[in-house]
């Protein structure tokens, strides 16, 4: 069975998708962007990403998993040089359970303001 998830209270997707898909004990989450539910963008990109990983953390928790059951993440970043920004959330949400984890630049998000977005696989 797939089970797949929409979360009210979260940003709604901006295309033909769902937040997180559950199948097999295997869940995948779509690229959580630092866009609040009300459409409100911090200008900071740790403000961002701390609104993406409590996003990332509610659709995992919908799906019956958590950060520690996370086994590939990947973030993605308009500007690279600010990951040294980033690394304390990285540390402080992940903690002991190190997922693999793929960290790139990209040229542009879905809108000019984001500057961080963030994927996932993780277990139940």
């Known amino acids: 069975m797939i089970n797949r998830i929409l979360l009210d209270g979260l940003l709604k997707p ?5 937040h997180a898909v559950e199948a097999n004990g295997i869940v995948w989450v779509s690229g959580l962007v630092g866009m609040r539910a009300d459409g409100t963008i911090p200008d900071n990109t740790v403000a ?3 609104i993406a990983m409590d996003d990332l953390r509610a659709c995992l ?4 998993s958590d950060l520690d059951k996370v086994t590939k993440v ?4 308009t500007d ?3 990951r040294a920004a980033i690394n304390p959330r990285r540390i402080r949400d992940f903690g ?5 984890s ?3 630049e990209v040229t542009a998000l879905v809108d000019p303001r984001m500057r961080v977005e963030i994927e996932c696989e993780a277990v139940l």
């Open 102 to 104: 793929t960290l790139v």
């Open 96 to 100: 002991e359970n190190l997922p693999a």
């Open 61 to 64: 928790r919908a799906a019956g």
């Open 48 to 50: 961002q990403f701390d």
């Open 80 to 82: 690279i040089t600010e």
């Open 74 to 77: 990947r973030i993605f970043m």
């Open 14 to 18: 901006v295309s033909h998708y769902c």
